[in-house]
């Protein structure tokens, strides 16, 4: 929305609460910038967002802001995580959960740090991206936001600079060291891409749950023969298959407890078909708690996609995820701090128990919050057009000189 004369009342509060991370006034202002621009900005480039406002510097002070200038975005990130936490519908419980997955970012540029050519097993296509994992974290209440990132960067490319390579498994890892060494509570949750033993043994050692998705042709020790998964699902007679209700959905379980090759623990095993009689099962969940009750399993792994796919989705599409063309690895890894800040902001604000005044209305997603904040803005606008027309005279060109329109 170009002619942007004043911040978002969700921007200048969020400026207060990181006020003490920034060195002057300056960094302050284009921390707000770029807050804004990410909410509202037709293009999420650090010059569209500049262009957006009707009185500011130069784009290049907003891009040394975010490639060059001291300030400390891990600092930045833990302030995030302390404001949350202060407010009791996104606060940590022994019962949240952490989920864990990574997504392909797309990118046009060649030259920015890290990008590089994946392929997109949803898309089915190779495409040039930023390969990223993420923790986030779920809420009792269902409010959820993201905790920490990695970026993965391909082995050829660590060769070339002399840094240790780092592969997927190693960088969730880490993750989870980091939100165990946090202390954050809750129960861990991913997708077979990330059910590799040494992600289940080093959940396992720090005394967490997990709930992951298991591939079928995983080996596991049954009477004590190595078979695959799959295979023991074949020998699973009809009668022995359960019911079980979950999100509407009808479908039929099996669990059993196991012991799986360089697990170093046991584990439970849940076979779901979705007919009784089908011969190969939907999906096959594992867990390291063999006496969770099925409904408290389901629970867990649900919140998988409400963690992780939910975040992606409304962070791509209405915060800029994957718009930040700028070729510094720091100044991508700043972007992603900040849209992570953005998507916290506004999921404090949603399905409170009553209308933000700025919002004029209550809202239930990150796309509604984005547009309240746009007619917020507009708001303003008009009604600084009004006041100068009003009461210092201004004509119809002054007022597009001023807001940067002429």
Known sequence: MPGIVDFPQIVKEAMEQYRGHFANECQLRHFGEYLTGLLIADRKSVLGMNSEFAQTT??????RFMTEVEWDEEEVNDRRLEILQEEESTRYSPEGVIPLDN?????????IEDVGWYWDHAEERNKLAHDYLFINYVCPSKKHYPLHFRRFRKEQDCAETGDEFRNHTDLAIELIDWVCGKGIPGHFTYDCYFTSARVLNQVHAHDRAYVGDLKANRNIFHKGEKMQASAFAALVPVDARKLVQYNER????????????EVNHRVRLVFIWKDRTDKTPTKILIT???RWEIHRILGVYGKRWTGTETFH????????MGACQLRDGRGQTRHMHLVNLAYTSLMTQLRSSRSRDWALARLTTIGEAC???LRETLRKTIEWVIQ?????NYTGKHVQIALGLA
């Open 250 to 261: 009808m479908e039929w379980y099996f669990t059993k407890s196991f012991e799986i090759p």
């Open 371 to 373: 547009r309240a904040v």
């Open 288 to 290: 390291n708690q063999t």
């Open 58 to 63: 130069d784009q290049s002070c907003l891009n």
């Open 388 to 392: 100068k027309v009003v009461e210092e």
């Open 103 to 111: 997504t392909l970012i797309d990118h046009e540029g060649k030259l």
């Open 313 to 320: 989705r409304d962070a791509k599409q209405h915060l800029g």
